[in-house]
C-alpha cells in the first residue's frame, strides 16, 4: 500500500526558515505522477503550495516564489522549503501524490507548522 510519510513542521517563528520533507512508500515514481504540497489553516480551506512532477522532467510550479520545492528521485523524498516565515503560514501541511492518467490519490498524515510573530 503507498504511503507518503512527512517530516518537519513545528514552531517557529517570523523570519525562520522551515523544511518540510514527504517520502513516498511502496511506490518507484515515475512519469505522470505528481507531487504537491498542500496546507490548511484553521477554519480556512486547504490550498495547494505547489507542485513537481516525477520521472524524466521534475517541473515545478509553486503559489509563491518563497516557496521551493524539490524532488531526490533515488530517496523518493519530496522537499518543501519555505524563507521568510510568516505567521499566516501557519497551517496543517500534507503532502500529496496522484496520477496524472488513472484514478489515484494518496494523502499524507499532515504536519503541523506554527509561526509566531
Not at 29 to 40: C, D, E, H, K, S
Not at 48 to 56: K, P, S
Not at 73 to 101: F, G, S
Request: hydrophobic share 35%.
Amino acid at each position: 500500500q503507498v504511503q507518503l510519510v512527512e517530516s518537519g513542521g513545528g514552531v517557529l517563528h517570523s523570519g525562520d526558515s522551515l523544511k518540510l520533507s514527504c517520502t513516498v512508500v511502496h511506490l518507484n515514481l515515475a512519469n505522470f505522477w505528481v507531487l504537491g504540497w498542500y496546507r490548511q489553516a484553521s477554519g480556512k480551506q486547504r490550498e495547494l503550495v505547489g507542485t513537481i512532477t516525477a520521472g524524466d522532467r521534475n517541473d515545478v510550479e509553486s503559489v509563491e516564489d518563497r516557496f521551493t520545492l524539490s524532488l531526490d528521485n533515488a530517496k523518493n523524498t519530496m522537499t518543501l522549503e519555505v524563507n521568510n516565515l510568516k505567521p499566516e503560514d501557519t497551517a496543517v501541511y500534507y503532502c500529496n501524490l496522484r496520477h496524472r492518467i488513472i484514478a489515484a490519490n494518496y494523502w499524507g498524515q499532515g504536519t503541523q507548522v506554527f509561526v509566531s510573530s
